[in-house]
């Protein structure tokens, strides 16, 4: 297979490219955003648009290895054709498609290129070859356009570490915003009349300063973007110290957990002065497996946090240990098992129902799903329905741009996209009520079911009289979706200001989530 890489320097940058009619944008209230990759085992053919309001495709790769710093590797067979069809169902269907440029093994020069004017300029200029209308015929050696809706800068990360490959400065932050200025002009000065978006994919936590520590203030980045995409998962996994939950909805308890979630990344990019409008919050239609060095069935108490052993398993059917062809990190598994892998392997019986030899957990502190395997001492943290629609019923609820996912290959007759969907529901929506089940587990002939204990106590005030009269008592495994909710607790009335579960009220507060509405 012939590989083609994107270094057009010798065509002019000012040029404004001949543009077709502008394709019939997506009309939906929101975003539900999902990437689309070609080694993944869903063909273009067979997606099922209406799902999604915008798709990226992964990704145009900047690597060490191509033939300049400012390439960008995209095979204009294996990727091009890909890209071709998504672009023409995505037209036929509303759905704009967006390059991904980066992903972790992608992004290595992205800040040799972000600190040098010359640079920059050249890798726009191959950047927009992306969303230019090609003008050439197919048998052309090279097109000159793709006619893609937008660019989706997927920097890990900058000023921050990713893959060992990748280049790393303390100046990063400050010379990405420059080059989102000159790509966001070079965008609206070929595209006047037709608004190409620009968007990236971000970490839970702001960009990091020259410091090297989340910047404060991101509210430069805003102007120039149409939104990003907090990847609120990968927070714990082979790499961590213990076991952990992979995309926590909450953080855990501090001294055991990472202390990042989808609500902390949701809270920490707009407390840097990134507004709602313009941001997107990532799930992961995976879970991460690790091996434990204990029984997790047999503690006491019950616990997502155990000990593991430094080397990760192979996760599901998928999971391989190839070397990667651009970025050499070893022969190593990534404990990944996707959610259709988990419901065709473990989670037999349906969503909460494992196969023999499997428990399923939920641990009310993060809001998620946990699975054990005692033939292998295998711990899985996932996403489900249950944990999926906590977070969308969140992401409704604090008024954020929409949804995202990864990737589009990974789900089960449609199960977890058909939960996103909820994000464009404004009246009637479903609401999950997260009593939590008992962990089960099955042998091969006789089921046994066990008990843990869930956290937060239970109702404490009855037959409330006054104010309180006929006003359910606070439960910590209720969720409480939208604000103006009553409850009452240890004799006294609160109300919600916003979406809010496990978090207990408390007597004369008015700066949290419940008001203290006086004693009953």
């Known amino acids: 297979m012939r590989l083609s890489f994107l270094a057009l320097a010798a065509t002019a940058i000012a040029v404004a490219s001949a543009a077709p009619a502008p394709v019939k944008r997506a009309t939906k209230p929101n975003v539900v955003l999902g990437y689309w990759v070609p080694w993944g085992d869903v063909p273009v053919a067979s997606l099922d648009m209406t799902k999604y309001t915008h798709i990226n495709y992964g990704f145009g790769v900047t690597a060490k290895r191509n033939p300049k710093v400012t390439d960008i590797y995209f095979d204009r067979y294996y990727d091009g054709n890909n890209v071709k069809a998504l ?3 995505g037209n036929e269907n509303g759905v704009p498609i967006l390059i991904s440029i980066g992903g972790w093994t992608g992004s290595q020069t992205l800040s040799t290129i972000s600190a040098d004017a010359g640079l920059r300029k050249t890798f726009i200029n191959n950047a927009m070859v992306f969303v230019r209308n090609n003008t050439l015929p197919d048998w052309a050696s090279e097109p000159d356009g793709w006619n893609m809706h937008g660019i989706d800068l997927d920097w890990e990360y900058p000023g921050r570490g990713g893959a060992i490959c990748n280049t790393v400065s303390p100046n990063d932050s400050a010379n990405y915003l420059v080059l989102l200025r000159e790509l966001r002009a070079q965008l609206d000065l070929e595209f006047p009349n037709d608004r190409k978006l620009l968007t990236a994919a971000v970490r839970v936590q ?45 953080n855990g308890p501090a001294g055991k957990a990472d202390q990042f979630s989808f609500v902390q990344g949701i809270d920490s990019w707009t407390k840097a002065g990134f507004p709602l409008s313009k941001i997107v919050a990532g799930t992961a239609f995976y879970g991460r497996s690790v091996t434990t ?16 052993t430094n080397v990760t398993p192979k996760g599901g059917p998928a999971d391989r240990n190839d070397i990667n062809y651009f970025c050499n990190e070893g022969s190593v598994y990534s404990g990944m098992w996707k959610w259709k892998e988990i419901r065709g392997s473990i989670l037999t019986g349906g969503v909460t129902t494992p196969a023999p030899g499997w428990t399923r ?25 249950q944990s999926m629609t906590i977070k969308v019923n969140y992401a409704k609820q604090a008024g954020i741009r929409g949804v995202m996912l990864w990737d589009m290959s990974y789900d089960y007759n449609n199960e977890l996209i058909n939960v996103l969907q909820n994000i464009h529901c404004t009246s009637n929506c479903p609401v999950v009520t997260t009593v939590v089940p008992s962990p089960t587990t099955t042998t091969a002939s006789v089921p046994v079911t066990t008990t843990t204990t869930t956290g937060g106590p239970g109702p404490t005030t009855s037959n409330p009289v ?17 604000a103006g909710a009553k409850v009452t607790y240890s004799g006294r009335l609160f109300t919600n200001a916003w979406w809010t579960q496990n978090e207990t009220p408390v007597a004369g507060s008015t700066s949290g989530v419940w008001k203290d509405g006086g004693a009953c």
């Open 87 to 89: 672009v023409k169902r």
């Open 206 to 250: 702001p960009f990091d300063g020259t410091d090297g520590k989340p910047m404060a203030n991101v509210a430069a980045f805003a102007t120039y973007f149409d939104w990003v995409a907090i990847m609120a998962y990968d927070i714990m996994g082979g790499w961590s110290a213990t076991t952990g939950p992979n995309a926590p909805f909450n």
């Open 293 to 308: 060095t204990v029984n997790m069935n047999t503690q006491n108490p019950i616990s997502m946090y155990v000990n593991k």
């Open 361 to 385: 957990y939920w641990d009310a502190d993060t809001q998620t799903p946990w699975l054990y395997g005692t033939a292998a001492n295998t711990f899985i943290s996932y996403d489900d329905v």
């Open 466 to 482: 006054g104010p309180c009269a006929g006003v359910a008592a606070w439960n910590s495994a209720t969720v409480y979706p939208t």
